[in-house]
């Protein structure tokens, strides 16, 4: 039997943009159910509570559902969507950036973590990226990993390594060309430009340090399963 993943539902005021970023998360979780619900009805910009709650009803399989939203006024109607649930704690409405806030819950709810867990995640995006580019941690463990498959740190590799090391006691960080990335910020990992070929510094401290490092080789020797 398969497992039961938390959904997500992208609330934006252009369908356009909704689809967009749906799309991007499905790309790092493949079985993780992602509902765009963007637009007015005839197509214009805006938001819809009909169809906001008619996304929720598709994301919802057993294990609840995060919806994030781009404006204001999309929340509202998140919001709203989420009281008239027969049960509204199945459904939360996170604050988080929404790009990398929906490919962070997606890759915690491809991992199987709970809906705490997921909408934690999705609010962790922004703070992630913003320490991504800090001061360098100070490491108990530090390896240099070549990039052997062909694609390098792109948007598949680098969500796995995010979920490899999401769970680990352990602050993970990647470094390529002077610039570094925590580990666990998939768009901040992309942002490296690692390549095919090339080879990054991984770092990490904690108790768990040892077993992080253990995880982002195994996955490089792995070819990132490409």
Known sequence: MSQVRVGLVVVSHSAILAGGVAELAAQMAPDVTLVPAGGTPDGGLGTD???VSAALDRAEHGAGVVLLYDLGSAKMIADLAVEALAEPDR?????A???EGAVAAAVAAQGGADLAAVAAAAMRGEAVEEAAGGAEVS?????EIPLTNEIGLHARPAALLARSVSDVDAQVTVAFAGKQADARSILAVMALGARGGDTVRVS?????AA???RRVRDLADRRFDE
Do not use: C, F, K, S
């Open 139 to 143: 490491a108990e463990e530090t390896a």
């Open 97 to 99: 950036p929404l790009v």
């Open 49 to 51: 509570l009909e169809a």
């Open 211 to 213: 077993e992080a490092l």
């Open 204 to 208: 990490a401290a904690g108790p768990q």
């Open 91 to 95: 459904a939360v409405v996170v604050d």
